[in-house]
């Protein structure tokens, strides 16, 4: 056993090969929310219907394989840190040529307000998987069929960042520190460190930002199926503080923000071009059918 461990840390996690208390340490709160996870989905499931339990399972079949690939990715940019850290300074000096990169400006002017810096981190922090997790659950409770539809944009535009991450990795804010950016969610929180292990994060996919395009998504769905006019604000709100949040943390540059807007936008329009191509696959089918 202690040979397979040694393998699968060594080898997939980039760690010695060694049983390391530090990484079980990472590890703790991820494995305990995934263990609090599996009991709450088990006790859900035996009271849902035999289709409804299908097809949550076969939603679980797409979507884990598909989160852990993404984190996964990390193993290919190891020993490019190098190409990383050029193409960031290239993304600088295409913003200064365009004259925004207003970056370190905006965020000088908040690092000294502690409420801004807290809402800016927060918002990164938990602003996204759990929303997205959440968003997820209520599209696939009370909105199957559209459900479906923001599904496979989430899984087209992450195929493609999945690729340009892998192409072209980039170096993030955080790591610019001489072009005077301060990375405000490693010094004044813990909280990441949690929901994403920075053992398992590809530390330089800063473009484009799936961070901020998956939140687009999200709010797009939310405005368009949410029935209250609260609803749709917040749907509205999201994605322009996210927008902000991922600057302000030093965690993307603007340019990566617009990037990832327009791939989550690329990933909606094929995920509703395959809708519709199947919406009339199955209407031909009926009317063959009814003949």
Do not use: C
């Not at 949550?56 to 079949?61: F, K, Q, V």
């Not at 290919?76 to 840190?81: K, W």
């Not at 901020?212 to 769905?221: H, K, Y």
């Not at 936008?265 to 059918?289: D, E, I």
């Amino acid at each position: 056993m202690s040979v397979l461990w040694s393998l699968v840390a060594g080898g997939a996690l980039g760690v010695p090969g060694s049983l390391d208390l530090d990484l079980l340490q990472t590890l703790r709160w991820p494995l305990i929310g995934a263990g609090v996870l599996i009991f709450l989905v088990a006790q859900w499931l035996r009271g849902t219907s035999t289709t409804t339990a299908r097809q949550l399972t076969g939603e679980m079949l797409i979507v884990v394989p598909a989160y852990f690939l993404y984190f996964l990715v990390r193993g290919f940019v190891e020993g490019r840190e190098a190409q990383a850290f050029h193409t960031a300074i290239d993304i600088i000096e295409l913003e200064q040529a365009l004259g925004i990169f207003w970056e370190p400006m905006l965020q000088q002017h908040i690092l000294h307000i502690d409420l801004v810096v807290t809402l800016a981190n927060w918002t990164y922090i938990w602003g996204h998987w759990p929303v997205i997790v959440f968003v997820a659950i209520w599209l696939f409770m009370l909105h199957r069929e559209e459900y479906s539809v923001y599904r496979n944009a989430f899984l087209i535009s992450g195929a493609i960042g999945l690729i340009v991450f892998v192409s072209l990795p980039v170096a993030p804010p955080r790591f610019m520190d001489a072009w005077g950016f301060v990375d405000t969610v490693a010094e004044r929180s813990e909280a990441y460190r949690i929901l994403q292990p920075p053992a398992f994060v590809n530390q330089y996919a800063a473009m484009p930002s799936l961070h901020f395009g998956w939140n687009l998504l999200v709010g797009i769905a939310i405005y368009r199926h949410s029935s209250h006019v609260i609803g749709k604000i917040f749907g509205v709100a999201l994605p322009v503080i996210m927008f902000a949040s991922i600057v302000l943390t030093a965690n993307h540059y603007i340019i990566d923000g617009l990037a990832g807007g327009s791939l989550a936008l690329v990933g909606l329009f094929a995920a509703l071009m395959l809708h519709q191509l199947s919406q009339r696959r199955v209407n031909t089918q009926r009317r063959s059918v009814a003949a």
